[in-house]
């Protein structure tokens, strides 16, 4: 199992729009929550500019379909955005664990 980080960068009249399409974006998160895909995610706050979401699988195909599909990011929401693999080493639930001597 390895880890993905989407990385989202907000447009400026974001919070102004969010709404409209909020409700979408959350059913699809929890979708993805359910099928074991989706760790974490949320917006940076203060200010609230950016998004991040962690994924959790054998590649980056989950993340990838979530962003394709996102109501955020197909409305203009989101300026940009980008996936990482992670590579997690430390935690319960790292996908590489690696402890000191």
Request: aromatic share 12%; hydrophobic share 45%; glycine share 8%.
């Amino acid at each position: 199992m390895k880890h993905y980080i989407v990385f989202l960068e907000f447009s400026d009249n974001f919070e102004g729009r969010r709404a409209a399409f909020r409700n979408d974006h959350l059913t699809k998160a929890w979708a993805a929550v359910d099928r074991g895909e989706l760790v974490l995610a949320g917006a940076l706050a203060n200010p609230v500019d950016e998004g991040i979401f962690l994924f959790a699988g054998d590649g980056p195909d989950a993340a990838q379909k979530f962003v394709d599909e996102d109501p955020y990011i197909n409305n203009g929401l989101v300026r940009s955005w980008r996936i990482r693999e992670w590579a997690t080493t430390v935690g319960k639930e790292a996908s590489n664990i690696v402890r000191p001597d």
